[in-house]
């Protein structure tokens, strides 16, 4: 006889898990970017256009089906139609994909919050990222050795991933009580002491100056609505598999507005911390706000410990509180990608929860040894195009 399936210990729990799923890295380094490009503060009107039409049903559709199904993607899939279970598994494998290499960056955050103590980097956070943190090697073709202190942060990540999952939905609802609302915080910190900084003003003219005419451009829309179901985790199997959990009486459309709002709220706000300590930097060079302009780890590990050399009091205080904020929203992010195949296995094969979850975390620890290596970057660049570019939209899709 089966036990009974567990069920989130109360509505705040489930919140906040689907929230720091979708809370990201991509938040803070990839919102704020396309949102400059794209016509700053009018990309907003795209943006919620593809939040209502599109990310909201895709993310009650997500809900009801893994709370119809009572399991994971596949189970939601096949009880749409039988032959439709593929999809499902093919979201799982795209969400481990996208964790295995989630973890490498992690990894480089629990370096930087010990070389903040001491700023390490010194005057030239690009040479140190690149020849002293990854030792980059010249190609993907050229693998190198594993580099000691990543491959210690990847122990760590993956060992704090199954600690945060052992007990399932119980232990995750008591973590995200601190890992969701603590990026939150250290963001508010990040932005009050940005705004107060000189050259934040053009930084964040930069962000919101609107540019009505970029609304005539597809392309525009196009990067909004890639954007929403990037952001909201969307097609990565985890909403599915975190709505298998509900109670029966949930209300799944009120849970999707509240995860969509939080998430879109969350990314805005985070344009206020990167651009005004952009226009911070700039004006310490004495250059535009838009040659200082980056994205993704170039603005995570080189740019900003870039800003943080050059604060005039408590530097390191300030670098660890961003590092912490980034290996929080990252951890909250990586748990759930492997939550949403660990759910469906379990419901597809019988197996006991805590050894799905170890194997999985072996097998994802053993992958990501890649991504270590000296040319650990080239193959995370690859894997990420992947799965950004085809991957997710395919499953979406």
Known sequence: M???????????????????????????????????????????????????????????????????????????????????????????????????????????????????LTLAWGNNAETFFFEHVLNLSDGPGSLGGIQPHIFIGIILTWLTIIAILWKGVSSVSKVVMVTVPLPVLLLVILAIRGLTLPGAVDGMAYYLTPDYAKLLDPRVWLAAYGQILFSLSLGMAVMVAY????????????????????????????????????????????????????????????????????????????GVVFFLMLLMLGIDSAFAL??????????????????????????????????TTRGGLHWLDIVDRYCSDFGLVSVAL
Not at 70 to 97: E, H, I
Not at 270 to 279: D, E, K, Q, R
Not at 282 to 297: C, E, T
Request: neutral net charge; aromatic residues 20%.
């Open 2 to 116: 089966s036990s009974p399936r567990e069920s989130w210990p109360s509505r705040t729990g489930f919140i906040l898990a689907a929230v720091g799923s979708a809370i990201g890295l991509g938040n803070v380094w990839r919102f704020p970017y396309i949102a400059y490009e794209n016509g700053g503060g009018a990309f907003l009107i795209p943006y919620f256009f593809a939040l209502f039409t599109c990310g909201f049903p895709l993310l009650i559709v997500e809900f009801a089906m893994g709370k119809k199904a009572r399991g994971g993607a596949p189970q939601g899939f096949a009880a749409l139609r039988k032959f439709m279970a593929w999809a499902g598994w093919l979201a799982c494998l795209l969400a481990f994909t996208i964790v295995t290499y989630y973890c490498a960056i992690m990894a480089w955050s629990w370096d930087y919050i010990w070389y903040s």
């Open 338 to 371: 492997v939550e949403g195949f660990a759910t469906p296995l379990k419901d597809a094969t019988g197996m006991e929860h805590t050894r799905v979850i170890s194997w999985l975390c072996v097998i994802g620890f053993a992958i990501g040894i890649v991504f």
């Open 243 to 318: 709505a298998s959990y509900l109670a029966k009486d949930a209300d799944i459309t009120n849970n999707a507005f509240m995860t969509g709002f939080i998430n879109c709220g969350f990314s805005f706000f985070a344009g206020f911390a990167v651009f005004s300590a952009l226009g911070f930097l700039a004006h310490q060079m004495g250059v535009p706000v838009a040659d200082v302009v980056k994205s993704g780890p170039s603005l995570a590990f080189v740019t900003y410990p870039t800003i943080i050399a050059q604060l005039p009091f408590w530097a390191p205080f300030f």
